[in-house]
């Protein structure tokens, strides 16, 4: 069965510099992939997904990359804010019986400080 | 922007005791889904729903049912709660060929 590893289970990093979270998987490669920030006490929220045949997407600060050889992810958030604190989750995508099932992964809390 | 709402933030129940959990969504999204999360082990799908009275169950679904009597409204019922359901439950939902699920705030559940 598909397996998900986030690097760490917390990161801290100084405000200002860049964050990567990584994301691993094993077995096929999904058909996408997708990352969530989530707050304590509160639902993930969707920020970006990637899709097999991507290398890179954008949006504002943040950056993902996906490298299907390696079978990881990478989750950047450049010139990181305290705001930018927050437990961040990869998802994938795989082909299960008839329906399209997603995997989550247990998250890496980023701590960032001022 | 959509709006899942779950019928509470924190609930006590006593072992035993049967549990409803409700989950509601105003965009018309026909895919409904019901997760556990718990330290370590991330999110994890009891059951999920692509219309109306119709339920697949995922990865973790014993001791747990469901209920969708209408498009908007998902239901995740415990028959007879058990302290190895404290957890935190969220519900999503999303719209039919698209992937970004849409999370409730999810209830905290304590079973004592």
């Known amino acids: 069965s598909q397996k998900i590893e986030q690097n760490s289970e917390a990161l801290n990093i100084q405000e200002g510099k860049t964050a990567t979270l990584t994301c691993n998987y094993t077995?096929?490669?999904?058909?996408?992939l997708q990352w969530y920030r989530q707050d304590p006490g509160r639902g993930p929220v969707f920020l970006l997904l990637?899709?097999?045949?991507?290398k890179e997407k954008r949006k504002e600060r943040l950056k993902v990359t996906f490298d299907t050889t390696l079978k990881q992810s990478l989750f950047h958030i450049t010139a990181s804010q305290p705001a930018d604190s927050a437990t961040y989750l990869c998802?994938?995508?795989?082909?299960?019986?008839?329906?399209?099932?997603?995997?989550f992964g247990i998250g890496t809390k980023l701590q960032v400080i001022p | 922007d959509v709006k899942v709402t779950q019928s509470s933030r924190y609930l006590v129940k006593r072992t035993g005791e049967k549990v409803f959990l409700e989950c509601v969504q105003d965009?018309?999204?026909?895919?409904m889904f019901w997760y556990r999360q718990d330290p370590g082990l991330g999110l994890r799908l009891i059951y999920f729903?692509?219309?109306?009275?119709?339920?697949e169950k995922g990865d973790i679904p014993e001791g747990y049912s469901v209920s969708r009597e209408k498009k908007e409204r998902f239901s995740l019922i415990l028959e007879s709660a058990s302290t190895n359901q404290t957890s935190m439950y969220l519900c999503?939902?999303?719209?039919?060929?698209?992937?970004?699920?849409?999370f409730g705030p999810g209830t905290r559940l304590l079973v004592l």
């Open positions: 998802a994938l995508r795989m082909n299960s019986g008839g329906y399209q099932k997603v995997t």
């Open positions: 077995n096929y490669s999904p058909a996408y």
């Open positions: 990637i899709r097999e045949n991507e």
């Open positions: 965009m018309d999204h026909e895919n």
């Open positions: 729903s692509y219309d109306v009275k119709m339920k």
């Open positions: 999503a939902t999303n719209t039919r060929g698209t992937e970004t699920q849409y």
